[in-house]
């Protein structure tokens, strides 16, 4: 297969912004693509080699995706870097410098995928001294042979952003209808829920068809995508959600941890699928020696503690293991406990199906408690004042709130989704507002008087679901120490874009606009009706959207999650209702995540 074909289909996705649409251009397409190159190309669409866990990385900043293209076209450094600075993505410079005339020279090659993949390889392995000039020239060859479109993607995928609008829910739909019905759709979502990896899915579905999905297991080692919970404004709601009785637990503010021990391994997952092993090997160390079988994947919440008191810490002190290196002082420094508080498989058993009391007797029945290893805690409560009273001891004992757990025989561990099986009541719910929001920054605005010079506020969006887009919901301008506005630059300059992104709807317009990436911890005042800003536009009220009034960023940067795993549009609109005490609206099935 040629990489023109495959870089046209790219532009094709990019030119639209409707979901449907790029299920089809995806779906036509995978209908041409060799089964062998399926797996490759659905990774490449998301611009990676491997799946979303895997840590290898192309190892290419932009700087030197520059020189490629400089080195390439011929083209001073200096006049590359200032159409970068202009265009704010290597892959529009990159098509503006490329000539394309894929003159057949002595030294040309035709650009297929298959040759794609391979520098790719080559790229992302290349080790030791030089590895940094082998890297430029790999792509530079890649590029020697490119039309302008093909440079533009190329340079896009070693930048890990396609910017074509394709999420991983399009893709699995794409696979849905190319390769069985549209029905068959949650079966192909709990497959890649289990797996979190897309290009494994597409590869089994092509070759096996539905059967093969439906056969796919979860494997120790490999990350399964979280359940979540709703919230809900009160704890009187939450037991007559519970239909009058539920079990409760701590929720502890910490790190959620989903550790894979393997019988030569242990590894530590985030929310996010990163490894975290490395920043808690003790735990790691700790749990494997406290595990009674051979095999098994749990959850828990990594806490900081006192090293006197054992009393646990906020979660700005277990934030310090977060770190690349130096980790022998900080783990010394920084004492963790873990709190399980789930079991999803154990030897060869999935138990992800199995109602939450047997997998909460099953972390028992497999572990051993110890002082860094514990159970978290809970209770069985039937009444509003039972659950009151251990919410109180929860926020005693310095935790954010509880977790209400669904004791019914249909209360399996829901991968990848949030859902009123769980339901969380936190101690801000007191407060004006019922929960924090975790928002994507995708604009700036130049800041003035002391902030001349700066980014001096931030527009924010969340994910919607059904749409596949973001909808602003306020313009973010306090909360912000000296330290983190002296940041923002090199925080975001990397996802600088030239015209808003096709993923964003807003009709404000800031300075800069942004690829949705990051993700930041807002509370507010109030949520309300708002002309100016466009999540769940047209829901409540004609070309109004909802908006977030007296937003103020915590100080929390949210690299524990996705841009799709941030506070979502439906989510905002729940708390909307709740706020106006409209609870009916509640009743609906749990949403994908
Ligand atoms: P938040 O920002 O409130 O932590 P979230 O979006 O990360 O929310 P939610 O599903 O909304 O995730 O809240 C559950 C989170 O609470 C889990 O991701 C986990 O990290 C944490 N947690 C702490 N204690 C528990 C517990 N006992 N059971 C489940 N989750 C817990």
């Given at each position: 297969m040629d990489f023109a074909d495959i870089a046209n289909m790219f532009n094709k996705l990019e030119l639209t912004s409707a979901r449907l649409e790029m299920t089809s251009i995806l779906a036509d397409f995978f209908k041409i693509v060799p089964?062998?190159?399926?797996?490759?190309?659905?990774?490449?669409?998301?611009?990676?080699?491997?799946?979303?866990?895997?840590?290898?990385?192309?190892?290419?900043?932009?700087?030197?995706?520059?020189?490629?293209?400089?080195?390439?076209?011929g083209t001073p450094e200096d006049k590359v870097e200032k159409i970068w600075l202009k265009e704010g993505d290597p892959g529009y410079v990159a098509e503006m410098l490329i000539d394309g005339k894929k003159q057949t020279t002595l030294f040309s090659e035709p650009l297929t995928f298959a040759r794609v993949i391979d520098g790719l390889n080559q790229i992302e392995t290349a080790e030791g001294k030089d590895s940094q000039d082998r890297k430029m020239k790999i792509l530079s060859n890649m590029l020697h042979d490119s039309s302008p479109l093909e440079a533009r993607y190329l340079c896009r995928i070693v930048t890990g952003r396609m910017r074509t609008g394709a999420s991983t829910m399009t893709i699995l739909d794409a696979l849905a209808v190319t390769f069985a019905n549209k029905e068959d759709k949650p079966e192909i979502e709990r497959a890649f829920n289990i797996t979190c990896d897309i290009g494994l899915v597409a590869e089994k579905i092509a070759e096996e068809g539905i059967e093969g999905v439906r056969?796919?297991?979860?494997?120790?080692?490999?990350?399964?995508?979280?359940?979540?919970?709703?919230?809900?404004?009160?704890?009187?709601?939450?037991?007559?959600?519970?239909?009058?009785?539920?079990?409760?637990?701590?929720?502890?503010?910490?790190?959620?941890?989903?550790?894979?021990?393997?019988?030569?391994?242990?590894?530590?997952?985030?929310?996010?699928?990163?490894?975290?092993?490395?920043?808690?090997?003790?735990?790691?160390?700790?749990?494997?020696?406290?595990?009674?079988?051979?095999?098994?994947i749990i959850e828990g919440e990594c806490v900081a503690v006192d090293a006197d008191t054992g009393c646990i810490q906020s979660f700005q002190e277990v934030a310090h293991r977060r770190r690349k290196y130096g980790m022998d002082d900080t783990i010394k420094k920084y004492p963790v406990k873990i709190f399980i508080f789930d079991m999803l498989y154990v030897n060869g058993r999935d138990l992800t199906l199995l109602p939450y009391m047997k997998r909460r007797e099953a972390i028992k029945d497999w572990f051993d408690i110890s002082d860094n290893i514990q159970v978290s805690k809970m209770k069985i409560v039937h009444s509003a004042e039972e659950m009151e009273s251990f919410f109180g001891d929860a926020i005693d004992e310095r935790c954010e709130g509880i977790m209400a757990k669904s004791i019914s025989d249909k209360s399996i561990y829901q991968t990848g989704s949030?859902?009123?099986?769980?339901?969380?009541?936190?101690?801000?719910?007191?407060?004006?507002?019922?929960?924090?929001?975790?928002?994507?920054?995708?604009?700036?605005?130049?800041?003035?008087?002391?902030?001349?010079?700066?980014?001096?506020?931030?527009?924010?969006?969340?994910?919607?679901?059904?749409?596949?887009?973001?909808?602003?919901?306020?313009?973010?301008?306090?909360?912000?120490?000296?330290?983190?506005?002296?940041?923002?630059?090199?925080?975001?300059?990397?996802?600088?874009?030239k015209n808003k992104s096709p993923l964003v709807d807003a009709k404000m317009i800031p300075d800069v606009w942004f690829s949705p990436v990051v993700v930041l911890e807002v509370v507010g005042a109030e949520i309300s009706i708002s002309p100016v800003h466009t999540a769940a536009i047209d829901i409540f009220k004609e070309k109004a959207g909802i908006g977030i009034r007296f937003p103020r960023f915590t100080g929390r940067i949210r690299d524990d999650k996705g841009p799709e795993q941030s506070t979502s549009v439906i989510e905002i609109a729940e708390m909307y209702k709740m706020q106006s005490h409209d609870f009916d609206k509640f009743d609906r099935a749990h949403t994908n995540i």
């Open positions: 089964v062998t190159e399926l797996k490759n190309l659905v990774y490449i669409t998301q611009g990676k080699l491997h799946p979303d866990f895997s840590q290898i990385e192309f190892g290419m900043a932009d700087k030197l995706i520059l020189k490629a293209i400089a080195f390439t076209s056969n796919m297991n979860i494997a120790v080692g490999k990350p399964i995508k979280v359940m979540l919970a709703e919230r809900l404004p009160s704890i009187s709601e939450v037991i007559k959600k519970m239909d009058g009785e539920c079990a409760v637990e701590y929720k502890y503010d910490g790190i959620r941890s989903q550790v894979h021990i393997g019988k030569t391994f242990v590894k530590i997952f985030s929310r996010r699928l990163e490894d975290l092993t490395h920043n808690f090997p003790d735990i790691a160390q700790s749990l494997k020696d406290h595990f009674r079988g051979e095999e098994t949030r859902g009123f099986l769980w339901i969380k009541y936190k101690k801000d719910y007191h407060a004006n507002l019922i929960d924090s929001f975790d928002l994507v920054v995708v604009g700036a605005f130049y800041g003035m008087g002391k902030r001349a010079g700066k980014y001096g506020a931030l527009l924010m969006a969340s994910y919607d679901k059904e749409t596949g887009k973001y909808g602003t919901v306020c313009k973010l301008g306090t909360g912000f120490d000296d330290a983190f506005l002296d940041n923002m630059p090199s925080l975001l300059d990397k996802y600088k874009l």
